[in-house]
């Protein structure tokens, strides 16, 4: 199978690249200074932006192809640029075509661009919050991991640290076997991205097992092909005369294509039984969030009920201003109580 070129990873397209552009720029400097033309004229700034503009145009080129035409053009251009501040008139009229046919492009696009700007629509009010929404999930600084690691695990906060009017409690989720906390209002976009990638990977290493399943049953075959050519070949060489009277043992090849197969298929379904135990160690964490979510929840509307009852009795005269109840404290039963 031929090997795939990457452009982006190749230190010689790099270096290639990389030559070619600086050599461009410092013609396009040179050109003015060989030409006698003063650098309020602009020519040397607008080849170089051309040149500038054309690179960035090509950065994301893959195909072998059309990267060897683009560095043939840029190694022509140079060649011209080289001829100019030669003073060659057919190479200064080549140029002169050239940047009148750029200009052209250039204001043929800037009409385009004019002629679209008047059909700009403002968003509906009904997209603004997706508009909202892709913008929030673009943003980088919103999908690093938090240094003191899992923010999951400094919950749960105190009261005093909660936005909300009450403490809510997560749902407990399972994706795809990855376990989650679903806290009310919108998913952090780095649990969004945590569980794409842990999917993914789960989806990639089933796909593998799949094949490698497959494969194995043509393994099966390539081993019988393989005995059957060892075995003719042991027969050949037994009947031959330089084979005769010597006593040395055949030697038979160790390892089969089945031996192979079972050995990567085991190395795979470990590492899929090591995530499996990673997420049910996590999940163990997060249920322990929850319960620890639940109680306190619980203990707050103990609490909260308790002090509503208390500012009932002490509107009605029941209970002095100086008997309150601290914030979270068992409530206890008083002689009010058992006449009510």
């Avoid at 043992?249 to 089945?258: I, K, L, P």
């Amino acid at each position: 199978m031929p090997l795939t070129f990457a452009a982006n990873k190749s230190y010689a397209h790099r270096l290639a690249c990389l030559s070619l552009y600086k050599a461009l720029l410092k013609e396009c400097a040179s050109l003015s200074a060989g030409a006698g033309i003063s650098k309020s004229n602009g020519l040397s700034s607008t080849l170089q932006s051309l040149v500038r503009y054309r690179f960035r145009q090509d950065k994301n080129l893959l195909s072998i192809a059309a990267i060897g035409k683009g560095l043939d053009a840029g190694n022509e251009f140079l060649r011209l640029l080289q001829a100019c501040v030669a003073r060659s008139g057919t190479a200064i009229d080549k140029l002169e075509v050239i940047l009148q046919s750029a200009m052209s492009r250039a204001e043929a696009t800037a009409t385009i661009k004019a002629r679209n700007a008047t059909f700009w629509q403002a968003a509906s009010p009904k997209r603004l919050p997706h508009i909202e929404h892709i913008r929030r999930v673009s943003r980088k600084d919103l999908q690093r991991p938090s240094p003191n690691g899992p923010a999951i695990f400094l919950r749960p906060k105190p009261l005093s640290e909660i936005t909300w009017p009450r403490r809510k409690v997560p749902r407990y989720l399972i994706t795809s076997g990855i376990p989650v906390l679903k806290y009310p209002g919108p998913q952090p976009v780095l649990i969004n991205r945590i569980i794409k990638q842990k999917w993914r990977r789960n989806y990639k290493s089933v796909e593998m097992l799949e094949s490698l399943e497959e494969a194995r049953n043509m393994a099966e075959h390539e081993d019988v092909w393989d005995d059957l050519v060892e075995r003719h070949v042991s027969d050949e060489n037994r009947g031959s005369p330089a084979s005769q009277g010597s006593h040395v043992a055949d030697e038979r090849m160790t390892g089969t294509w089945q031996d192979a197969y079972h050995l990567s298929i085991r190395k795979v379904a470990a590492t899929r039984y090591g995530n499996e135990r990673t997420n049910a160690a996590m999940g163990e964490k997060l249920y322990k969030v929850l319960v620890d979510e639940r109680e306190l929840k619980e203990k707050e509307r103990r609490a909260a009920k308790h002090e509503r009852r208390m500012a009932r009795k002490r509107a009605l005269g029941y209970v002095s201003l100086s008997a309150g109840v601290d914030e979270g404290a068992v409530p206890v039963a008083t002689e009010t109580d058992e006449l009510k």
